[in-house]
């Protein structure tokens, strides 16, 4: 493995911002937290702080959710679809316009590599915004072809008509954290929603960067409120506030688990995009050139701190060496440094704690007798940084395996059997389905063992294949709903049937 270089100064605009005070934007306004409480952000790839951010409280929570309560009923609902479209189609312009800080902000803020970053802030970030910003005038209601009791047809009009849900509660993590706070706003704007944001504690700096854009494009004061803070105070509250109409949450299936019970109270509607244990499966016939790469890629893709992420490698016999061997040789070549530095290929983890749970999970993975292929240690040096990790001949009795490690830990596990029910079972054998892919050139047995994995997304000769336009979710514990295309929107809007007796 070669370190990729390490040194970077912020460029004026990132310091600028960085050195800014840093509030909550609650109705249009930047306002400290109530009881002045911050949270320090720190850059993972150094360990040194770099900005100071207030920390929301429950009564911050409160003013937030006041404020796109009024909202809903203020200028906003004024605004006729193609208006909202062109609000939305201006954020998305605006983020593109500084597309380099943004980027600059979420490489220092996340760790990631800064191809990574601009990458996924134009695509899911402006284009995202941009996909739904299209919706706004196509969300249809139907007439329906039916008359109430005694009423001679054609003597009556039965229609829907298809409104925003109300306030929307956002929840979102660390690990793509722009990208995760366009998934959210883009189709709650799109519907006419309100929102407040709660972006993850580690990485509140582009959800502030998007509240200056929000206010620079004319949204109107208190559609969306932005409230970094901690999860069990400001995201409980958030989750368990009777203003809330709807939770949309991306995290952790735990915390997923208390948004439900939380949200019970005023029995608000919630969507969640949880964890995932994705497997890929190799069949002997598979173009290895391919392989290699998609499953290296697929595995370490931010670091692994990613739900998609292809974590369990399922290869035939035939070919199991092969491919053990390309994926470990080019997992070593990965180029590890702080996402800044031009030839970074990894950046750090997001954090000392993440990667001690990481370094756990090798442990128990050595304890329980698998064979470690390559990694499974941290280089010297500052920031959390992980050398990219291969375990070769796991099997699922293994903890390593069955859970998600959030980190770049890969397992292998070889098969023999020709019997396609029982190899996907062994794919289905964890808690999670959120994303899988089948690698073979029969069109035969790639298509059955579409019909057998239980995943929201089955991928063929590629790993997670997203898009703006392409449903995406999770199957069993890895979560309720979609996001993304028109499916995305439905969880922001509510029905509602009239009838008209002439
Ligand atoms: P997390 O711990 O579940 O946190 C996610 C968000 O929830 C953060 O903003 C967090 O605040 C907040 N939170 C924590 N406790 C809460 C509570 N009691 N009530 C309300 N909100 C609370 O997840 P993470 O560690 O940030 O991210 C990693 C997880 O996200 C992984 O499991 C990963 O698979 C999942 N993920 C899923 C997807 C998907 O699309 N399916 C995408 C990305 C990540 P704090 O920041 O203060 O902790
Ligand atoms: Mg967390």
């Known amino acids: 493995m070669s370190a990729a270089s390490t040194a970077h100064t912020p460029s004026p605009a990132a310091r600028e911002f960085l050195a800014r005070r840093h509030r909550l934007f609650i109705d249009g306004r930047w306002v400290a937290a109530a009881d002045g409480g911050e949270i320090v952000v720190h850059d993972p790839a150094t360990e040194g702080e770099i900005a100071r951010v207030a920390c929301a409280t429950e009564s911050d929570v409160d003013q937030a959710v006041a404020a ?15 208006q909202r479209s062109r609000l939305i189609w201006r954020l998305a312009d605006e983020l593109e316009a500084n597309l380099e800080l943004a980027t600059e902000l979420e490489v220092l803020d996340n760790g990631m590599p800064r191809m990574v970053a601009q990458y996924s802030i134009a695509r899911f970030g402006c284009d995202f915004l941009r996909y739904y910003a299209g919706w706004c005038t196509k969300i249809l209601g139907e007439t329906i072809p039916v008359a109430p009791q005694d009423v001679p047809n054609g003597e009556s009009l039965t229609y829907t008509r298809r409104e925003p849900i109300g306030v929307v509660g956002a929840i979102i993590p660390w690990n793509s954290p722009l990208v995760m706070a366009t998934l959210k706003l883009a189709p709650a704007l799109a519907a006419g929603c309100t929102v407040v944001l709660k972006p993850a504690e580690l990485t ?11 206010r620079k494009v004319g949204i109107p004061d208190g559609v969306v409120n932005i409230v970094p803070g901690h999860g069990h105070v400001a995201g409980a509250a958030l989750a368990a506030h009777d203003g809330v109409d709807k939770i949309a949450f991306t995290g952790s299936t735990e915390v997923g688990r208390k948004i439900l019970l939380a949200a019970a109270g005023n029995l608000k509607r919630v969507t969640l995009e949880l964890g995932g244990k994705s497997p890929m499966v190799v069949f002997p016939d598979a173009d290895l050139e391919r392989v290699i790469p998609g499953a290296t890629r697929g595995a370490f893709f931010l670091q692994g701190q990613n739900c998609m992420a292809s974590t369990r490698l399922f290869v035939h016999d035939d070919v199991f060496d092969r491919v053990v061997e390309g994926v470990s040789a080019m997992a070593q070549a990965f180029r590890l440094g702080p996402g800044m530095a031009p030839d970074s290929e990894l950046g750090p983890l997001i954090s000392a704690d993440q990667r001690e749970r990481v370094l756990g999970y090798v442990e128990a993975g050595r304890q329980s007798g698998a064979e470690l292929v390559c990694g499974g240690e941290a280089p010297p040096g500052k920031g959390y940084f992980m050398r990219p990790t291969v375990f070769g001949h796991t099997n699922m009795g293994m903890k390593i395996a069955r859970e998600e490690i959030f980190g770049p830990v890969l397992c292998v596990q070889s098969f023999s059997d020709s019997d396609l029910k029982a190899v996907a079972d062994e794919a289905n054998s964890t808690i999670y389905g959120l994303s899988a892919s089948v690698w073979t050139r029969d069109i035969s047995t790639a298509h059955r063992m579409v019909n057998l994995i239980d995943s929201g997304q089955v991928s063929i000769n590629c790993h997670a294949a997203v898009d703006p336009a392409i449903p995406f979710g999770g199957n069993r514990q890895s979560g309720w709903g979609r996001e993304f295309g028109r499916e995305g929107l439905d969880p922001y809007l509510k029905t509602k049937a009239t009838t008209v007796k002439f």
């Open 204 to 214: 509140p700096l582009t959800a502030l960067l998007l509240g200056d854009l929000v």
């Open 68 to 82: 796109a309560r009024r909202a809903l009923t203020g200028e906003w609902s004024r605004l006729n679809s193609h």
